[in-house]
């Protein structure tokens, strides 16, 4: 079975490919597992890969040529999580449509023109949501973007669920919460601070936090989601039926839930290298985002949140390899 | 005041035309009646036109040069109503992609180099919604689109709002209802037999109803829908805030109702020309469509409906030089 993921060489992309190449098989379409023979990363720059099975293709999802070269005529599952970030697709509109519209439709009628129409599960984002919410989401809620990131994700959305309708492929599209906790460090999403306020003190650095303690955040676990990508793509067609858009499970918490938690855990010298330096521009950004979403049918369908934000916390510590305080 | 406005062959865009040239003014962008100075079709086909305010193009919008030949640089508004329509789209994918979602794209992308940000009203369609939906909408309702054409015209609305949200025009989606009666003859829209169970009877030729006579019919006149093109387009930026698309009212009337109201107008003798041949295919879609929705915000916005469907028949028997019976 050949896999292909888009922006598989980023930080999910490439966690989900090292879940495969781990666990060795993928659901197929008859719902039984099938050997993972090939996964084909597409992207723009990739850390370094050792498996025989791992093809990295480098290039630009929108670009010429560049989806006839990386994809199989026999892919049977993709993912598409390739994007120009929120910040990104802010400051460059042209870019942002380029990659993150002409990008997605570029790959739909790929996988149109495969032999047999693919699994795909499309990364979309809570930035489908915007502007004046309710306190309390649901899935009945429509979107409201307020960027032209959640623009291009919501018209993703609908794209996927089209060419479904078609049957060119069978698609799924999941509305990510806000990953927490990301590696690396520090840059200019509106949403970097979510992580932040975690990674940053464990990792013995300062840092300074752009929005009030009493802000909320709709998150979930890079080990979550990587479950939420693979749940997708193994649910039959008919657990989906017609609509093919859903909020995944997440949890509520605000910076200082999040910043008491990593206290509790890892001490308060931790915590300590935390100061609250409001940035009124991008409090003004995270302010018309959810904090809070029920997602009655993702649960039927068998989606999981974390179980709160200490174990997210000991997730992170433990791949990190920190210890507890 | 130069005005655009594409499908303007059409029936509904050439009316628009026609009383524009009528009242000789519009709406400018400081609220005052400013005089048209010239009027812009572009279309694959247009009536006779006889008037030195009006100039046509011929071609398609989606084509290379075509809307730089047909756009003038101080354009201040535009009515976007050419589309490929609902059977068209949904018998050709890639036409309908091309026409109703590049062509959509085109033109936005034109608006955006102009000197100035014009208002732009799209004439987007009760097509959003489809499949299981309650009895009656709201503005609340999510767009689950059932067809092509719905999902480019939900597309579009996106499109309008992000382009409104940037800066780049002042943009108002309209959520049209079935327009009823139209002229002409019936055609392959499924939607066709909502005009031809009056229009046909009425100019005294006999018509096989598809759909049984229970079937509900969300409606609009197209002397108010010329209306609301002209009040959506009226009305300041401020009067739509963030949230630029709107269901538009209309009234709920089933066949039966229509039919008994044509009789009562025109005589038995006209209603006696219907017959109920129902088609499972054309019921099939006609059923996913929404038969009322309750429209506060375009009511509180001034928009208003017909008074009901006596009116809408003796609005088209006097249009078409018809007398009552």
Known sequence: MKVFITGG??????RLARTLLAQGTLSGPDGKPAPVSRITLLDTAFPAAADPRLHTVTG???APG?????LDADTAAVFHLAAVVSAGAEADFDLGMRVNLDGTRVLLEACRRLARPPRLVFASSVAAFGGALPATLDDATTPTPQTSYGVQKVIGEYLVTEYSRRGFIDGRSLRLPTIVVRPGRPNLAASSFASAIIREPLAGRDYECPV???TGIWLLSPRKAI???LHALALPA????????LNLPGISVTVREAVDAMARIAGARAAARLKFVPDPRITAIVDTWPTRIETPRARAMGFTADTGIDTVIRDHMREEGLAEG
């Not at 989906?240 to 858009?245: A, D, N, T, Y």
Request: hydrophobic share 45%; net charge negative; aromatic share 14%.
């Open 9 to 14: 060489g980023g930080f999910l992309g490439y």
């Open 60 to 62: 630009d999802l929108s």
């Open 66 to 70: 560049v989806i006839e070269t990386a």
């Open 212 to 214: 009030p303690d009493t």
């Open 227 to 229: 479950d939420a990508f």
């Open 238 to 245: 008919a657990a989906w039926g017609h609509h093919r858009v």
